[in-house]
């Protein structure tokens, strides 16, 4: 899960820069959720907000309308907020996956948000390619995604 030290100093750069969306972007975010998912991602950190809609705003200029690419870009990292963590705990945690010691619940959790998230998803009745992408964006492509499709939601999860 936690990429390359680059990638990680990065993301940790783009925590500490983001701002809240703005009125007209939980707009646009709002379009795409259904309720159980808005309240969810009203839950998330600012930083995880901010991800979201930048990366689906990425899959937006990549795959055009296509909505469920746009929601999965948007929800991909859902499960992140049950770890309860702050940028500081999840710099750490991503350094201990980097060094392969022992994780505490809370890191088990952050590594494992995909499929934490995926069965949320899966549970409010997302569309597939919205579950498998929040399972599987950290690892290889499933079968039931298109490979031109992965590769754009792929590309939506880069740091910016």
Do not use: N
């Not at 809609?53 to 937006?60: C, I, K, N, T």
């Amino acid at each position: 899960m936690p990429g390359t030290w680059g990638h990680l100093f990065k993301r940790y750069r783009e925590g500490i820069l983001s701002s809240p969306l703005d009125p007209a972007e939980w707009d646009w975010v709002e379009s795409f959720l259904a309720d159980p998912e808005r309240s969810a991602f009203r839950e998330q950190p600012t930083a995880d907000q901010r991800h979201g809609y930048r990366a689906a705003r990425v899959a937006e200029a990549i795959l055009g309308a296509h909505r469920s690419g746009i929601r999965a870009a948007l929800l991909h990292d859902i499960g992140k907020r049950h770890a309860r963590l702050g940028l500081v705990g999840r710099a750490l945690v991503s350094v201990a996956i980097r060094l392969r010691v022992p994780l505490w619940e809370r890191a088990r959790i952050y590594r494992d948000h995909g499929p934490v998230g995926s069965e949320e998803l899966s549970g409010w009745g997302a569309e597939p390619l919205v579950v498998e992408f929040a399972r599987s964006h950290h690892g290889a492509r499933p079968p039931s995604i298109e490979e031109a499709v992965w590769e754009a939601l792929c590309e939506t999860d880069k740091p910016h």
